[in-house]
């Protein structure tokens, strides 16, 4: 192995992320494996990215390019699915100079992975003669999901029932209609044109890594070999936990050190998800009245029209008091592992999925959009590690949930569940195990 270590830091991975944070810290743990194996990294990001996770000074062993993408962002608004579009069409000229100097500066470049997402780069590679990897960064479950969504809209646009959207999606043994990304009220004629785009330009490619492993998706990776028959995949997750954690000093540490085990709910709806203030409200008193203790990040403008707290009613923090501590951010795979917690409301990201399943933190699920149904429902009706809100925030219904959930920390079917679950996540990268192969396997693939 040593010495392919040094055949490899003479060969260079370039890998290109999406500016999204779930998407770039996937990317970023991968980058840190494979320079662990020994390829030495360069990363090309757009600065459209205010994100300080690709601050080239956090990351001194990486070398950094970034590219501007062509023409000013015009429409100001819009929402992901129109801001990626719009990537794609105007990142082409300045990734394709990049990679041209990079080619210029010599030295061999074993490959680029790029997000599934960055669909136009499979061109720019073939020009260049370079091989490109997609890197999935949600499961495997939710991509054949949203694959399929094209194919599917006229059967999924016109159902108006509810009863046709709880009917099971052909082929899709798990997923019903309703755990589809729900796309209604946006352009569905874009949307169906990027995951096509992204389909064809995945079969083009020369692999896909996903952040995932055997013993979670056995059956959606089976099918996924089948869908993608010309090219290997490869599941090299949970990409986490095979990175030292580096402890940060942080509030919510310090009062997660003051609660008793497993007695703290922690609420977090990632990066993007946002709530109206009517929502926020009921949020505040279904965790008030749970009577849980409660670690709740408020991301600054989650809650629509709004800065941060401001739609609390005055007193609130004062009522809740030590029981419960509201932060902009908090450190999750540090919170997650703090013996404190007891469960984990997400709104089923599949970062926050993954973190959750491996610290063995079961879930109160309430997705919001894109891959994040898929998730919960596999979350709530596959693994069964978790409880599924309902479709609506409603504070009876949040105390509810809370409760169930909560309740399990004594043993429950869930706590079993998950329990197996993380330890399997743990010894599938070990040495032997399917991801520790599965890695082997790609670093052999590159060189
Ligand atoms: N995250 C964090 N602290 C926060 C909020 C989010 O560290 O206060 C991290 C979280 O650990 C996860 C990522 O941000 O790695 C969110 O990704 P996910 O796929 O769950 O959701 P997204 O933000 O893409 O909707």
Redesign the pocket.
Same mark, same amino acid.
């Given at each position: 192995m040593g010495e392919k270590k040094e055949e490899g830091r003479n060969m260079r991975v370039i890998l290109f992320p999406l500016p999204?944070?779930?998407h770039t810290?996937p990317m970023i743990h991968l980058a840190h494996i494979l320079y662990s194996k020994g390829f030495s990294i360069t990363i090309i990001h757009t600065t459209h990215l205010n994100n300080s996770l690709l601050h080239p000074s956090n990351h001194p062993i990486f070398t950094f390019r970034s590219i501007i993408p062509d023409e000013a962002e015009t429409s100001g608004g819009g929402g992901v699915i129109e801001l990626i579009t719009s990537l794609n069409r105007r990142c082409v000229e300045a990734f394709r100079k990049c990679v041209a100097e990079l080619v210029a500066d010599g030295g061999k470049i074993g490959c680029v992975i790029t997000d599934a997402h960055w669909h136009f780069t499979q061109d720019v590679a073939n020009e260049f003669g370079i091989r490109r990897i997609v890197l999935r960064t949600a499961n495997i479950s939710a991509f054949l999901g949203l694959l399929a969504l094209p194919a599917l809209r006229p059967n999924y646009l016109l159902p108006s029932s509810e009863t046709s959207l709880e009917d099971p999606v052909p082929d899709f043994l798990h997923l019903r209609f309703k755990d589809l990304p729900a796309m209604k009220d946006q352009n569905p004629h874009l949307i169906d044109q990027l995951l096509s785009s992204i389909f064809i330009q995945t079969k083009a490619s020369s692999a896909i890594i996903f952040n995932s492993f055997n013993d979670l998706e056995l059956d959606p990776l089976l099918k996924c070999r089948q869908l993608f028959n010309r090219i290997p995949i490869f599941p090299l997750g949970p990409f986490h936990k095979q990175l030292p954690l580096t402890p940060q000093p942080h509030s919510s540490l310090s009062w997660l050190n003051s609660k008793t085990p497993k007695s703290v709910l922690y609420v977090?709806f990632?990066?993007? $998800?946002a709530v109206d203030p009517h929502e926020f409200l009921e949020i505040a008193w279904g965790l008030a009245n749970s009577t849980h203790p409660f670690l709740w990040?408020v991301r600054p403008g989650m809650v629509s029209g709004f800065e941060w707290l401001e739609p609390l009613p005055d007193g609130f923090e004062e009522m809740v008091g030590e029981r419960g501590l509201i932060v902009k951010? $908090?450190?999750?795979?540090e919170v997650l592992a703090h013996p404190a917690i007891g469960g984990f409301w997400t709104?089923s990201?599949?970062?926050?999925t993954i973190?959750s399943l491996c610290e063995g933190v079961p879930m109160l699920c309430y997705p919001c959009f894109g891959d994040q149904k898929a998730n919960a429902r596999y979350v709530t009706h596959v693994w069964r590690i978790g409880v599924m809100l309902g479709d609506k925030l409603e504070r009876g219904e949040i105390e509810k949930g809370i409760l169930k959930l909560m309740a399990e920390k004594e043993n429950g079917e869930i706590m079993k569940r998950i329990k197996d679950l993380k330890e399997k996540a743990e010894s599938c990268i070990e040495e032997g195990g399917s991801t520790f192969k599965s890695l082997e396997n790609l670093v052999n693939f590159i060189l």
């Open positions: 999204l944070e779930g810290n977090s990632g990066t993007l $998800a990040v951010w $908090a450190p999750q795979r709104h990201g599949w970062n926050s973190e």
